[in-house]
């Protein structure tokens, strides 16, 4: 694309530099791993359309996806760095729907601590060059931390999993708190499926939905089928069934509390984890091993903070999570994060682990101005 902002091409330097592969995908992209892995968020802005044989669509509401998906057809070897430039369009969105965004996905190798540090500092030179004299601000979380916690605290699945998809969202994380101290009761159901579900017969219960499917007219084949229904209910039976005690909630409260600078993190995790009684095992091995890659990067004393409840509404994060702001600014001018799970689910023949980062050009555009 012809770049639209003057500050571009020392983007695409710094590309450069750190020895990346620039790649261009398609603008028109299928929509199901959007709608399937992209995050509640970003699913209701996504601009939808139709094929000429009905297969769904949609205008590239983001670039981590895109790119993976090219990866994978390529069928090109890692670890490989890729970067980008190019608009991406969302529904809803201030100052329009169509806008700039660059950035660099790191797929393939197999040092996460590496990896991500490096993801960091790229997003943070990236930034310090295009706004030169800018006082900078990173947050930082770590999903996989924040599931060793609830898996110490002896959770059950289904409860790790709400908590889990909650992580990126505070409304919703509060919520399901709120809903984790408080389980509400099965009397919402119709007296026969709570009758059943208390049984905990999975084949019964979905017998059961399918007659009133085909009572009511519906097909089983336009919606979720009787058995996904039913496998639903049971799970949300087995949230209503959870009640933590007031140690272990007040444990996981404590956690989300913690909010420190990168260079006490790691003392403060330990501290949690032994007052707590919990073993968080490797991740917390893990979280040491990548606090110590950061720091070999020379930033600024005090610029990292770790947050233990921070997170970053797109599904598809399974480590660390971060975003870039201005000291002082609200507006998030970078955000990134680790997505191993993310190529497999997208049809990769064996795990290949990847980190990244993106940049909206229209903000740092916005700020540059500002500073004049």
Request: overall charge negative.
């Amino acid at each position: 694309m012809k770049p639209r902002y003057a500050f571009a091409s020392d983007i695409l330097a710094l590309f450069a530099e750190r020895g990346t592969d620039a790649v261009d995908v398609p603008i028109i992209q299928p929509a199901d791993p959007f709608l399937d892995m992209a995050g509640e968020d970003l699913r209701r802005r996504i601009f939808l359309t139709e094929s000429e044989t009905g297969a769904t669509l949609c205008l590239r509401p983001e670039f981590t996806i895109p790119v993976c998906l090219d990866h994978i057809a390529s069928q090109a070897g890692t670890p490989r760095r890729y970067s980008y430039l190019g608009e991406v369009f969302r529904q809803r969105r201030e100052g329009g729907n169509e806008f700039v965004q660059a950035g660099i996905e790191d797929l393939g190798d197999t040092d996460t601590a590496a990896a991500d540090a490096r993801s960091v500092s790229d997003a943070h030179a990236l930034l310090s060059r295009v706004l030169p004299g800018q006082a900078l601000s990173i947050v930082l979380g770590d999903q996989t931390t924040f599931e060793a916690v609830l898996a110490a605290l002896g959770l059950p699945r289904g409860w790790r999993m709400r908590l889990a998809r909650a992580f990126g969202s505070a409304t919703m994380l509060e919520a399901a708190l709120a809903d984790l101290a408080n389980p509400t009761r099965n009397g919402t159901l119709p007296a026969a499926v709570a009758a059943i579900v208390a049984e905990g017969d999975h084949e019964k219960l979905a017998a059961h939905v399918e007659s009133n499917m085909a009572a009511a007219g519906f097909s089983a084949s336009a919606s979720r089928t009787p058995a996904e229904i039913a496998r639903r209910l049971m799970e949300k039976a087995e949230l209503r069934s959870v009640r933590l005690s007031r140690e272990a909630f007040e444990a996981l409260k404590d956690f989300l509390s913690i909010k420190v600078p990168l260079e006490g993190a790691t003392d403060a995790l330990e501290k949690f984890s032994a007052a707590a009684g919990l073993s968080l095992g490797g991740a917390l091995q893990n979280f040491a091993s990548r606090a110590e890659a950061i720091a070999g990067y020379g930033l600024p004393a005090g610029m990292v903070t770790y947050d233990a409840a921070f997170g970053r509404p797109l599904d598809y994060y399974t480590g660390l999570v971060f975003e870039i702001s201005a000291s002082g600014g609200e507006r998030v001018l970078a955000g990134g994060g680790r997505y191993d799970r993310l190529l497999t689910l997208l049809g990769a023949q064996a795990p290949i682990p990847g980190v990244g980062f993106s940049v909206w050009l229209d903000r740092i555009g916005a700020l540059r101005e500002t500073v004049r």
